[in-house]
């Protein structure tokens, strides 16, 4: 026995889902962003329907070459991953800064099995990636402490041993100087 299933509207799913979603094509043009893309670079749909990616936000060459890249692979039909890459975006005050997205691209079939558009998930990881960078400049600043500590506590003990005549007033004479 058959039992019917109900399926959501995929537009409805779509638009209903927390991460952003974006479609592009194979020119770089929006043909599809759900609101939690929209939210957060901060532009309506209306703004990047029909756009090329590049036009709203500006990169380096450099940097531009290696998002090509990146996307020829899914265009060829492979699935990328993107661990943490700093993009320009807009802010909320409207002007450029950095922000750092995780992604992942997939590309879309069409009938004939060529690629026609590519679908890209992102996770803005900004927030992480600063407090990384925040926990690495600690720890720097730590085992550096740590060395310069060690190093003293070595000058001491060998200046204490050169003049000390026994182990006991070594330890008594050290001890103070800690």
Same mark, same amino acid.
Request: net charge negative.
């Given at each position: @026995? ?5 399926? #959501?509207?995929?537009? &409805? ?6 991460? #952003?979603?974006?479609?592009?094509? /194979? ?19 209306? +703004?990047? &329907?029909? %756009? ?6 500006? +990169? ?12 020829? %692979?899914?265009?060829? =039909?492979?699935? *990328?991953?993107? #661990? ?28 004939? =099995? %060529? ?7 992102? +996770? ?6 600063? /407090?990384?960078?925040? %926990?690495?400049?600690?720890? *720097?600043?730590? +085992?550096?402490? /740590?060395?310069?500590? /060690?190093? @003293?506590? =070595? *000058? ?23």
């Amino acid at each position: @026995m058959d039992i019917p299933i109900n399926r #959501p509207d995929l537009a &409805a799913v779509l638009e209903s889902v927390a991460a #952003p979603i974006v479609v592009y094509d /194979l020119d770089f043009r929006f043909t599809y962003a759900n609101p939690a893309f929209c939210n957060a670079v901060h532009k309506t749909w209306e +703004e990047l &329907a029909g %756009k090329r990616v590049n036009e709203l936000f500006p +990169e380096a060459p450099e940097r531009t070459q290696e998002i090509i890249e990146r996307f020829g %692979k899914v265009w060829q =039909g492979e699935v *990328s991953r993107s #661990p943490g890459q700093p993009y320009r975006m807009p802010g909320p005050d409207g002007r450029l800064q950095e922000r750092y997205w995780r992604s992942v691209e997939t590309p879309v079939f069409g009938p004939d =099995g %060529k690629v026609t558009h590519v679908v890209q998930v992102g +996770e803005d990881v900004t927030e992480s990636i600063r /407090l990384r960078r925040q %926990k690495d400049v600690i720890t *720097s600043e730590l +085992e550096h402490r /740590l060395r310069n500590t /060690l190093a @003293m506590v =070595g *000058s001491l003990a060998m200046l204490t041993g050169q003049h000390t005549p026994s182990v006991e007033a070594f330890v008594e004479s050290f001890t103070d100087r800690l």
